[in-house]
Structures are given as C-alpha cells and as structure tokens.
C-alpha cells in the first residue's frame, strides 16, 4: 500500500520510464548528433552565434528584471535585488558582446563542467536501469562524456572542435 492509497498498477522505475519514453530518449540522441555535427562543421559561427543569442538574452533578462523592479517599487515590495539583478545583467550582455573571446572562454569551461556533472549522472542511473534496458549503452555515453570533459579541461585552446564534439557526444549518450 503507498502514501496515497492502494498500489498504483503504472511501473514509475527509471527502466520502465526510460522504455515508455524511448522515442523522446532518440530524439534527443538524434538532436544532440545534428547540432553536433553542424557545430563540428562550422564552429566559427557557431560560437559567436551562441555568444550573441546569449549576450542579447542576457541584456532583455536584465530589462525585465529592471521592469520587475520597478513595479515591485511601486507596490512597495522589495525591489533591490531585482535591480541589481537587472543592472548585473545587462553589463554582462554588454561585455559578452564586447570581448565575444572571453565569453566563448568562459561557456567552454562551463561546458567541461556540463560534460562531468551530466557524465556522472547518467552513470549513476545507468546502474539503476535493467540490464536489457541499455544500461551499458548509457553508461558508454555517461563514460565518454565524463572523458571529453576531462580532456576540455586543459585543452580549451582548441575549443571549436570540442564544442561540436560535445554536442554530437552528448546525442549519442
């Protein structure tokens, strides 16, 4: 018997998740291999690219959080943090474009991070899964994503190329 009442009769494992849910599981493998492999091929302005997309999200995140701001003041609410979030976030879309180098040395390191926090995740539930489930195909993928983020760590120069290594790596986990 559970919390709310009777046994349910739905299997709520991650094996019979992930089985119910296998075609969403693909298509992020699929997604993750085509923007990969565009990123691999193109890693230029696929770069600078996230880097404008993330620098002019970041300037209209900052407008809108001054905005909120401005409305929690005028309903006598605390408005503080909403302004300096706002402030800090339009200067960091302005620097972002500014030193577009910087911004792209910085979203590499957090890619590492991504690859070895994601890495040891999906390795600790690729043991929790059924064996005839893909256990072993996710924990290949978890294994090599944990391997590309260690090896992104001091290798940033060459950031391009792992970038659409990455992405096509984190399709095929």
């Known amino acids: 018997m559970s919390f709310f009442g009777e046994k349910p ?5 991650l094996s019979s998740t992930l089985a119910r849910n296998w075609t969403v599981v693909a298509a992020r493998g699929v997604f993750g291999l085509v923007i990969g492999l565009i990123a691999f091929l193109f890693p ?12 002019v999200f970041l300037i209209i995140d ?31 879309g302005i620097l972002a474009m500014a030193m577009p180098g910087l911004t792209v040395f910085v979203f590499v390191g ?20 059924a064996t005839d489930h893909g ?3 996710l924990a290949l993928g ?19 190329s792992f970038v659409g290594c990455a992405l096509m790596l984190a399709g095929s986990g």
């Open 62 to 92: 900052g407008i809108l959080a001054i905005v909120a701001a401005v409305r929690a003041a005028s309903t006598n609410e605390r408005w503080g943090f909403l302004t300096f979030e706002g402030i800090a976030g339009i200067v960091a």
């Open 135 to 137: 256990r072993w195909w």
């Open 9 to 13: 009769d739905f299997d709520f494992s």
């Open 110 to 129: 957090l890619l590492a991070a991504w690859a070895l926090v994601s890495g040891a995740l999906e390795l600790r539930a690729a043991f929790s899964l």
């Open 142 to 160: 978890a294994i090599i994503l944990i391997v590309f983020g260690i090896v992104l760590v001091p290798l940033h120069k060459d950031y391009d």
């Open 44 to 55: 230029g302005p696929t770069l600078l690219s996230l880097v404008g997309l993330f620098a």
